[in-house]
């Protein structure tokens, strides 16, 4: 079994910073890239930001110079550190880990969401 748990959501204003983590844990053989999506109402998930295995990251170009992603190899964890944020940054965050089980293949697996709500 391997899991994926976000945690870090909730509400803040306008400008503000929020930190969000992801832990996978279980029977992890290798973990590849890991990374953020989000997904507002009525609208489709889409990427927010990813970390490879490397450290190579990549942005949207929503959140880019705001957003910063950040892993923790060693815990298996994935950070993302969310500044001066925007109320269309409001949706449900998920997480996203590539993983390898034992004696498995490689397969995505997503965290349950976490919700973030930007707003006065």
């Known amino acids: 079994q391997v899991q994926v748990v976000e945690s870090g959501g909730g509400l803040v204003q306008p400008g503000g910073s929020l930190r969000l983590s992801c832990a996978a844990s279980?029977?992890?053989?290798?973990?590849?890239?890991m990374g953020w999506y989000r997904q507002a109402p009525g609208k489709q998930r889409e990427l927010v930001a990813v970390?490879?295995?490397?450290?190579?990251?990549n942005y949207a170009d929503s959140v880019k110079g705001r957003f910063t992603i950040s892993k923790d190899n060693a815990k298996n964890t994935v950070y993302l550190q969310m500044n001066s944020l925007k109320p269309e940054d409001t949706a449900v965050y998920y997480c996203?880990?590539?993983?390898?089980?034992?004696?498995?293949?490689?397969?995505?697996?997503w965290g349950q969401g976490t919700q973030v709500t930007v707003s006065s």
């Open positions: 279980g029977s992890i053989f290798s973990l590849r890239a």
């Open positions: 996203n880990a590539d993983i390898r089980r034992v004696g498995g293949s490689w397969f995505k697996y």
């Open positions: 970390i490879t295995s490397g450290g190579s990251t």
